[in-house]
Structures are given as C-alpha cells and as structure tokens.
C-alpha cells in the first residue's frame, strides 16, 4: 500500500494505476494528461494569490491549500478506475462500478436506499453511471483548483453520504472511511478552503460584486459557492 504522496508521484509518472495494470488508465495517458493540467493550473493559481495577497501568506493558508488539493486528487484517482464507456478497468468489462453499485442494492443501510438502487440505478446503470463518473471528475477539479469549493465540497459531501450510507452493511468495508469523507467535504464547505490560495479567492468577492447590481440571487449564489 502506497501512502497518498508517493501515490500522486506514481501515477503522475505514467505508472499503471494499479499493479496488474497494462497502461496507465483505461484511457491511456490521458486523464493523468488532465491531471498535469489541473495541477499547473492549481500551483499557478496558488501562486498568483501569493503575489497579490499578503493576507494569504501564512501556514493555515498553505495548510488548507495543501489539504483541498490531495483531496482533489483523491476524488480524480477514483475516477480512472470507472472511466466510460465501460466504467470499468478490467478489460473483459467486468467489475467496476456496476459491480460496486451492486453490492449497494444489497448493502445499503435502508430498504428504500436499496430499492432506488435495485429498481431505479441498475435497470438504468449507463445513464446514472456517466453522472457518477462526471460528478466526481467535476469535484476533483473544483477541490484541486480551489473553484466554487464550496459547491464541490457539497457534491462531495453528498456523494459521500451515499457511499456511506450505501455500503454501510457491506462486510469488510470499515464505514468509518466513507463517514470520514463526510466530515471533510463538511470541513471544505465550512472553513471555504478555496479562499485559500485558490482560485476563490481571486474571483469570488470580484464576480459576486459584478452580478450583484443586476443578478442579485446569482451573485449571492457565487459569493457562497465561494
């Protein structure tokens, strides 16, 4: 097992994702191709609030920064195992994530969380599964970038829940996990993470201001996204 840092070198290097692997993702180099971008962007960002804000420049700053970031990179390392149009990276399309939605029609805490996935999720699995995929990608660019974290933090938080609550009953899952990434998107939402040395903090309070003369409820839905 890998700890989270050496983890991020791994597969920022090309290495396949995981040890029986043939290639770095099922789409090939490409999504560590958009991580690169997503992390330039990010460091270039950072960079730019540390110029233009002294405010900015101290260890709770670089703290949360360093914090939100990782755990960006965690929400688009669990995509590139559920890539479409499988949604799976075994080669033979089995597993992935039609096996793990599976095993929360039988898992999940409450009948009717089993129900919706048993009747609604399954008998419909590519068009929910292009939404979890696409969901989680949109979480990871907004936690790595520090844009409108606070509405990624809430995506997050309730796609965590779900996990949670999901595979709660799942044996060897230690649910503590899944309820440990509710407690950080709530964190996320809660300190407004993207204020520091992100992009937020750069177009935030500017962009709210801007729409606050003539879209009065977008401007107080970006100062809050913000």
């Known amino acids: 097992m890998r700890d989270?840092?050496?983890?991020?070198?791994?597969?920022?290097?090309?290495?396949?994702?995981?040890?029986?692997?043939?290639?770095?993702?099922?789409?090939?180099?490409?999504?560590?191709?958009?991580?690169?971008?997503?992390?330039?962007?990010?460091?270039?960002?950072a960079a730019r609030v540390w110029k233009t804000q002294p405010a900015q420049r101290n260890?709770?700053?670089?703290?949360?920064a360093c914090a939100r970031f990782l755990l960006g990179v965690m929400w688009l390392q669990q995509t590139f195992w559920k890539l479409p149009p499988t949604f799976t990276d075994n080669p033979d399309g089995s597993g992935g994530l039609r096996q793990w939605?599976?095993?929360?029609?039988?898992?999940?805490?409450f009948g009717v969380h089993r129900a919706?996935?048993?009747?609604?999720?399954?008998?419909?699995?590519?068009f929910f599964a292009y939404q979890v995929w696409a969901g989680e990608t949109a979480v990871a660019a907004m936690l790595m970038l520090g844009l409108f974290t606070r509405l990624g933090g809430l995506l997050g938080l309730a796609m965590s829940l779900n996990l949670w609550l999901g595979l709660y009953n799942v044996p060897n899952?230690?649910?503590?996990?899944?309820?440990?990434?509710?407690?950080?998107?709530?964190?996320?939402?809660?300190?407004?993470?993207?204020?520091a040395l992100?992009?937020?903090?750069?177009?935030?309070?500017?962009?709210?201001?801007?729409?606050?003369?003539?879209?009065?409820?977008?401007?107080?839905?970006?100062e809050w996204s913000t």
């Open 4 to 45: 989270p840092i050496s983890d991020v070198i791994h597969f920022l290097t090309f290495r396949p994702l995981y040890n029986n692997g043939p290639v770095a993702t099922p789409w090939g180099p490409i999504p560590i191709i958009f991580f690169w971008v997503l992390l330039i962007a990010a460091v270039w960002i």
């Open 173 to 195: 899952e230690w649910s503590w996990s899944y309820f440990f990434m509710v407690l950080l998107m709530g964190f996320v939402i809660a300190v407004r993470a993207g204020r």
């Open 116 to 126: 919706l996935v048993r009747d609604l999720i399954l008998p419909n699995f590519h």
């Open 59 to 64: 260890p709770r700053s670089i703290y949360f």
């Open 101 to 109: 939605i599976g095993i929360m029609a039988n898992g999940a805490a």
């Open 198 to 222: 992100g992009a937020d903090a750069l177009i935030g309070e500017p962009l709210a201001n801007r729409l606050a003369q003539r879209i009065p409820r977008l401007a107080t839905l970006v």
